[in-house]
T-cell receptor, first 112, second 112 residues
Framework: TQLLEQSPQFLSIQEGENLTVYCNSSSVFSSLQWYRQEPGEGPVLLVTVVTGGEVKKLKRLTFQFGDARKDSSLHITAAQPGDTGLYLCAGAAVAAGNKLTFGGGTRVLVKP | DADVTQTPRNRITKTGKRIMLECSQTKGHDRMYWYRQDPGLGLRLIYYSFDVKDINKGEISDGYSVSRQAQAKFSLSLESAIPNQTALYFC???????????FGPGTRLLVL
């Protein structure tokens, strides 16, 4: 069982639709990061959230950290083909000495 | 020029062979990490190093060893490769465990 569970594992949508990716755990995190990975490349950081209830926006991407700091979500509005990629959440768990642990990833495909 | 480089980018080897994957960084970070990525499992930590004299096992260190030759260099070795070590391997660096991790482009390894 992974410390961080991401859902769904795969998402295929049409350009212009909205999507939400979830990252859940029973552990408390001191911070949580979202990365995007494109084929043939390493993951690249999108955002870090550190405060329970925090909401951060990055253009059409909205990131939310749960009040209890155990879960997070990524919402993309009006998705574009350029949003296609593997989205990974990663949390620094208090119980694990703040070492970063990654979720299994959500593969997003936005079709034109 | 890339901040984190990995060599080789692709490698095919046979069961039982010894193989070394190399990572170099120009970010000046003390902390370096080796991960493997398998479909649906996200990134799993193999080994990490907080400085040249500090090496730590991650969650899946069996069958692997590492060497931190300098602040900028961190190598991963498979002493006797086996087929279930076929995966995508990433090196990463960071300022601290909770800070942004900067990833290399990855090494795709196939063990026959």
């Amino acid at each position: 069982t992974q410390l961080l569970e991401q859902s769904p594992q795969f998402l295929s949508i049409q350009e212009g639709e909205n999507l939400t990716v979830y990252c859940n755990s029973s552990s408390v995190f001191s911070s949580l990061q979202w990365y995007r990975q494109e084929p043939g490349e390493g993951p690249v950081l999108l955002v870090t959230v550190v405060t329970g209830g925090e909401v951060k926006k990055l253009k059409r991407l909205t990131f939310q950290f749960g009040d209890a700091r155990k879960d997070s979500s990524l919402h993309i509005t009006a998705a574009q083909p350029g949003d296609t990629g593997l989205y990974l959440c990663a949390g620094a768990a208090v119980a694990a000495g703040n070492k970063l642990t990654f979720g299994g990833g959500t593969r997003v495909l936005v079709k034109p | 020029d890339a901040d984190v480089t990995q060599t080789p980018r692709n490698r095919i080897t046979k069961t039982g062979k010894r193989i070394m994957l190399e990572c170099s960084q120009t970010k000046g970070h003390d902390r370096m990490y080796w991960y493997r990525q398998d479909p649906g499992l996200g990134l799993r930590l193999i080994y990490y190093s907080f400085d040249v004299k500090d090496i730590n096992k991650g969650e899946i260190s069996d069958g692997y060893s590492v060497s931190r030759q300098a602040q900028a260099k961190f190598s991963l070795s498979l002493e006797s490769a086996i087929p279930n070590q076929t995966a995508l391997y990433f090196c990463a660096t960071s300022l601290s465990p909770r800070e942004t991790q900067y990833f290399g482009p990855g090494t795709r390894l196939l063990v026959l």
